[in-house]
């Protein structure tokens, strides 16, 4: 690992020596490139302001808060039935996954415990979230490579698993489908079925994408040993999910931490990678959506019977005191901190979103790094703008 | 340590391997029935041609709510439990003919105005669940864009028309004790 962190130091050493040489005769200077808040390239509102010195980067910074919505201190004035339609829009495109940790956080402060259909079918609906977001990163990352054919595969796959949501929940992006106590609805009849087929599309599109990106020579040329995070930077970054466990930290919360959902009732894996480059990345997400058709699979095998709703007040008001509950989203952990005092509104609502600090590690990351792979690295680290401003 | 993939050495190129998926799906598309038969790619797209071919949205679908005037007494739960306040009520206390013979009349609310103003709506269902009334219902329904932003508030009487468009609720999956309601018609 640290062999090729000494040998990027001395790659960026070695070019700016170069780089000095050169100046005796020709006078170059520094110029700051701006990138965003509004470009395609960094899906959505983030703004990277970068120093140049010709194709490096000597400084990066991300800025973020184009799209900050304040959801911390909207959630004060909401009662929990509200705020669990707030927090669909954090991580849009694994909306179900939001509700999760809130929901498990305010039943941890009432002490009432959902029915274990009603957890076998939420964490059904976590990864198929699951699913939905990383299908679209795998796609994604075709796209900023300059590979155009990935992300229409993408979204046409997509597709099935949005609809078999749209099925359960009545709505694709935005699901509100988790209550406290339990859930709103049960399955419709036929839904389980059809998802191990829909599993079974997944499975396909994750072999295509396999062909079409991971075999490529060219998809290899620009992303292995490009963007190496080692272990111990990571841990100090605070990193979470796909990117920590692409830098073989192998910490997964559905295992390390399950707090409420199904996940020790079923025979899966954790995958890590030791390289940590933006290959790895891709690797480590490419396998987990793997993993989640299996985890699927297994659980839609064995749907307990019985009720989906404990029994729970038709007004809720969550008894006074704190907890924090975190999950292992799609894009790493995240966190509710719910402070009660007994109202119908949470005193205080600490959000923490995988993202964010994703994110954070930029500055370290893009230092010394050639323009044409900012992005391909901020691809690879794969954030969500509404996960980052919340 | 964690095991590290290992890559075997490709029998013929990555890109070439690529271009391949690329033309076969290209082949499935347009070639549905194989590649003697005349193209149909209207047939092997994933894609509708929208406004000629319509999808059927899922029976759960939260497209349009829709009220059932008859059933709404004025609670103002609804407009009290929306998260960003889109619903208007107003109404007036009436009298209405008694349920039995020779009771005495009853005092209802009767509806002066309902609107929702789906240019704020978050379509979050919350005011659909809280209703105790059975008067709210959703509907897959989707198609009411509107060029100026204030003809999407949707009085008392349009809200009414969607009722027809609403599906019986679906049966549910084995194992299930949550009992189906009935929409009522």
């Known amino acids: 690992m640290t062999a090729v962190t000494d040998r990027q130091k001395l790659q960026y050493i070695a070019a700016r020596a170069a780089d000095a040489r050169v100046n005796v005769e020709l006078e170059t200077e520094g110029m700051t490139l701006n990138i965003g808040p509004q470009h395609p390239a960094t899906h959505g509102t983030l703004r990277i302001v970068a120093r140049l010195d010709g194709e490096q980067v000597i400084a990066a910074e991300p800025v973020a808060g184009y799209m900050h919505r304040g959801y911390e201190k909207l959630a004060e004035v909401r009662t929990y039935a509200q705020i669990t339609t707030l927090v669909n829009r954090i991580d849009w495109l694994g909306s179900f996954a ?60 997509r597709e099935y698993v949005l609809d078999q949501i749209e099925r359960v929940t009545g709505g694709r992006f935005h699901p509100n489908f988790d209550r406290i106590g339990g859930l709103k609805d049960d399955l419709p009849k036929g839904w389980l079925a059809d998802t191990a087929q829909v599993m079974e599309k997944v499975r396909t599109f994750c072999d295509e994408i396999e062909d079409l990106l991971m075999g490529s020579e060219v998809f290899q040329q620009r992303t292995r040993g490009i963007g190496i995070i080692p272990p111990d930077v990571a841990l100090q970054y605070g990193l979470s999910g796909a990117n920590a466990r692409a830098s073989g930290i192998d910490w997964d919360l559905r295992r390390d931490g399950c707090v409420g959902l199904a996940y020790p009732e079923v025979d899966w894996k954790v995958w890590t990678h030791p390289d940590g480059d933006s290959f790895a990345r891709f690797w480590v997400r490419l396998q987990e959506v793997r993993e989640a058709t299996r985890i699927i699979d297994q659980l839609v095998e064995g749907v307990p019977s019985g009720p989906i709703m404990a029994k729970v007040p038709r007004i809720i008001k969550v008894p006074a005191g704190e907890a924090w509950v975190s999950t292992e989203n799609p894009l790493g952990e995240m966190g509710y901190y719910v402070v009660s005092q007994g109202d119908l509104t949470p005193f205080r609502l600490k959000i923490r979103s995988a993202s964010f600090n994703n994110i954070s590690i930029t500055p370290w990351l893009l230092r010394g790094v050639y323009v044409p792979d900012i992005v391909t690295i901020l691809a690879s680290l794969y954030f969500i703008l509404g996960d980052i401003d919340r | 340590m964690p095991d590290k993939p290992s890559f075997p050495k490709p029998q013929l190129p990555g890109v070439l391997k690529g271009l391949g998926v690329t033309l076969r799906t290209a082949k499935e598309t347009m070639f549905p029935d194989g590649l003697l038969r005349p193209p149909a790619p209207s047939r092997g797209a994933a894609t509708v041609q929208y406004p000629h071919e319509k999808e059927e949205p899922a029976p759960r679908a939260r497209g349009v709510i829709t009220l059932v005037e008859d059933n709404c007494t004025a609670c103002m739960l609804c407009a009290r439990e929306c998260p960003d306040w889109c619903i208007y009520i107003e109404a007036h206390k009436t009298l209405a003919p008694p349920r039995r013979e020779g009771g005495k009349p009853r005092q209802v609310n009767a509806l002066d105005r309902f609107d929702i103003d789906y240019s704020l709506c978050m379509y979050c269902g919350i005011c659909v669940e809280v209703c105790p009334f059975e008067a709210l219902f959703w509907s897959p329904e989707y198609e009411y864009s509107e060029p100026r932003i204030a003809d999407l508030l949707h009085d008392k009487e349009r809200l009414g028309e969607w009722f027809e468009t609403v599906p019986d609720f679906e049966t549910l999956e084995a194992g299930s004790e949550v009992k189906v309601k009935k929409v009522p018609r």
Not at chain 1, 130 to 153: C, E, H, K, S, Y
């Open chain 1, 98 to 157: 939001n509700e999760v940790p809130f929901i498990l956080a305010a039943e941890r402060l009432m002490e009432v415990e959902a029915p274990p259909r009603a957890t076998w079918i939420r964490t059904i609906l976590f990864e198929m979230s699951r699913i939905a977001n990383i299908i679209l990163f795998l796609g994604d990352m075709g796209v900023q490579l300059g590979a155009i054919t990935p992300v229409f595969f993408a979204f046409r796959d």
